[in-house]
């Protein structure tokens, strides 16, 4: 089944010709933003973040999913959107509208397996509140081919691993569209990180202790040994200082990464997104409402703070690190801290995907 | 008749935001009256570090936090010194925590300035010396007492912070006026933005924690959540704080901003109104009643800025902050 799906993504791909990532100018990032206009725009950046050119979208946006082989990406609504737009990145155009079937609607974040024929969807289908995973076939004309339990509540974040098994953030708020973004079960919430294969089977499942169950499990990072990094939104008192975020590798216990208590607290509850660095040593997570992004070693020790008002997408570089914000800064982290652009006016969205590292 | 319009509404619009007058009359003053109250508290504690000795000075330095407490960017989040001057809201009592420990274990950093500042956030600061100096179990100490000394020495660790942050505010304060020119504010932009995020979210923490954590639910207010209550600091603060940004708007713009100036005043009329140092009528429905309007008010005063400052000098509130997904 893979395999056939692997070889149809390949002829797909060889009646386009010269439609690979290094024909749409080898781009390195991906990131939506609002800009000066107040227009919704998708942007292909190079390396040192430089627009190569932006694609409108229709409303605000949240994250991309990259093909790993062709210029293609797919961009979805913020939740509770119902909308993915697959766009062509050579051309700038839109291939394909994808909305999310009755009763279910996007969480802003998709990942491809297959080979790239296979588009992973996080959804709620919100009247009975389970996560699911919609799945679209690429070369059946992004047909909705199924879909999978998440195995959780609220499934945001979706990542692919080695064997196309996916491992997903259940962040565990139960909401629905008619209250808009109200979180319906905070008492109760249970959030999970899930490892399932294709077909749905659930591998393994890693929870919170009890006193953190209100840690939202949000946000995924990927390194490159396998470590899944996890980004949480407490939903407890902004004061609290809890962690936020956490290490697991499968088979080993979650390893939750401490800050110094002034740092825990500034974080405000709240991590917006993570990143390993370019070569996997670091992992990065940022808090628009802290203005701050922390830095840790892949062994979850804290490394150092970085301070930046509304930072909050963050995606691994040749150097180390590229950090986005709501100011339209885009900032490097090697060895220092280095801004790239300044665009006032434009304001960067959550999260920054990198293409150079989409699928390791 | 189109041209007019944008002529009248240009008309309206305050200019430039004045970074270069918030920061040389608002907050190099005020750095350095709390610099000054903070030396004052310690030279104090020097004499005298028993409880009545020490309760007037506390009192100014804390008046003088509430000028500046709405700052949280630069200096003051150096070293964690935000919280290490005002650990609140401490939604996990660990002051009350931090300071019995240093108590019952006599912990020889109060006699060590450089081993007390590495003490917990929690064991420091103002909300460490008002369990001293207020709570009726700790406040009889004599002359001789642990908590004489740890007294003195959250004293001096004030000053220290203070004198450090006045001192980075002197470098910073040329980031700011420099902005566009320094890898900190990559823009000019970003500096007027700065201090407008302080702002609103200044207004934010008086609403959401000062008010807020006090009114509870109707079901269940939580009279001792507001903030230094055992000193009778409750409403000052929220009155002081009000003051302190209602002076950063001024400052800010260069022109006359009619609509947030009849909002401050209505909102510390309404402050004016309340017989009530502690906010202990939030357990009261017909008192309570007052501080929820008086909530209220400062809900609607963010409202006004928003759309008088904010609109006018293109400024918003942080677009990833304000979105939480």
């Keep these: ?360 | 008749m189109k041209h007019l319009a944008l002529a009248l509404a240009c008309l309206a619009s305050p200019a430039l935001a004045g970074v270069d007058e918030a920061l040389d009359e608002h907050v190099l003053p005020r750095v350095k009256t709390f610099r000054q109250q903070a030396e004052r508290l310690a030279e104090r504690a020097s004499e005298d570090c028993t409880a009545p000795a020490l309760r007037a000075p506390y009192q100014d330095l804390f008046d003088a936090w509430m000028g500046i407490s709405h700052l949280r960017f630069g200096p003051l989040e150096e070293d964690g010194r935000a919280l290490a001057i005002g650990f609140w809201p401490d939604t996990r009592g660990m002051v009350q925590r931090t300071v019995a420990r240093l108590i019952a274990d006599e912990d020889p950093a109060v006699g060590d300035p450089e081993a007390f500042a590495e003490v917990s956030i929690a064991g420091r600061g103002l909300f460490a010396l008002e369990r001293l100096l207020y709570d009726e179990a700790l406040s009889d100490y004599g002359p001789e007492d642990y908590a004489c000394s740890l007294a003195t020495a959250v004293a001096r660790d004030l000053s220290r912070m203070a004198e450090g942050l006045s001192a980075d505010w002197n470098d910073y304060q040329g980031l700011m006026k420099d902005a566009g020119e320094n890898t900190t504010y990559l823009s000019e932009k970003e500096a007027a933005q700065a201090l407008y995020t302080a702002l609103m979210t200044g207004l934010e923490f008086t609403k959401d924690q000062r008010l807020g954590r006090p009114l509870g639910t109707f079901d269940r207010p939580r009279p001792t959540w507001a903030e230094a209550y055992r000193s009778d600091r409750p409403l000052r603060n929220v009155v002081l704080s009000l003051e302190a940004l209602r002076e950063l708007f001024r400052t800010l713009s260069d022109d006359p901003i009619p609509v947030t100036e009849a909002a401050f005043a209505d909102v510390l009329d309404v402050a004016a109104g309340l017989d009530d140092p502690r906010l202990a009528g939030v357990e009261d429905p017909s008192e309570r009643l007052k501080i929820e309007i008086l909530q209220q008010r400062v809900d609607l005063l963010q409202d006004d800025v928003a759309g008088e400052i904010g609109g006018a000098l293109g400024l918003t509130q942080g677009f990833n902050a304000q979105d939480g997904d």
């Excluded at chain 1, 009247?127 to 076939?137: F, K, N, Q, V």
């Excluded at chain 1, 990927?222 to 004061?239: H, I, K």
């Design chain 1, 1 to 360: 089944m893979q395999r056939r799906r692997f070889l149809s993504a390949m002829l797909a791909s060889a009646s386009l010709p010269a439609a690979g990532w290094a024909a749409a100018g080898d781009p390195a990032y991906l990131a939506a933003a609002r800009t000066a206009s107040g227009a919704f725009e998708l942007f292909l950046l190079d390396e040192t973040g430089d627009d190569i050119f932006s694609i409108p979208l229709p409303d605000r946006g949240h994250a991309a999913a990259a093909h790993p082989v062709m210029a293609e990406a797919v961009a979805f609504a913020r939740r509770p959107g119902t909308f993915a737009l697959v766009i062509d990145c050579l051309r700038g155009k839109l291939i394909r509208e994808l909305e999310a079937p009755e009763g279910r609607h996007f969480y802003g974040h998709g990942v491809f397996i297959a080979g790239g024929d296979v588009l992973c969807t996080p959804e709620n289908a919100y009247e009975s509140g389970e996560g699911r995973i919609g799945l679209w076939s690429r070369s059946e004309g992004w047909r909705r081919i199924g879909e999978i339990p998440s195995h959780g509540t609220g499934p945001h974040d979706i990542r692919r691993l080695p064997g196309d098994i996916l491992v997903v953030a259940n962040g565990g708020i139960r909401t629905h569209p008619d209250a808009g973004r109200e979180k319906l079960n905070i008492d109760t919430m249970q959030p999970n990180l899930s490892y399932l294969t294709e077909q749905g089977e659930l591998l393994d499942q890693v929870t919170l202790p009890d006193d953190l169950h209100q840690n939202s499990i949000r946000h995924l990072a990927l390194g490159p040994d396998g470590t899944v990094a996890f980004a949480m939104q407490w939903q407890g008192e902004v004061t609290d200082g809890v962690p936020l975020l956490g290490l697991h590798r499968r088979g080993a216990p979650v390893q939750l990464a401490d800050l110094p208590l002034s740092e825990a607290i500034a974080m405000k509850g709240y991590a917006g997104s993570v990143a390993f660095d370019g070569a996997g040593d670091r992992v990065a997570i940022t808090s628009p409402r802290g203005g701050r992004v922390q830095i840790f070693g892949n062994d979850g020790r804290h490394l150092e703070t970085i301070r930046r008002s509304d930072v909050c997408g963050a995606a691994p570089s040749t150097a180390g690190f590229l950090f986005s914000d709501g100011m339209g800064g885009l900032l490097e982290l090697g060895e220092q801290l280095r801004p790239l652009q300044s665009r006032p006016g434009r304001a960067w969205d959550n999260h920054v995907v990198s293409l150079r590292n989409a699928t390791t």
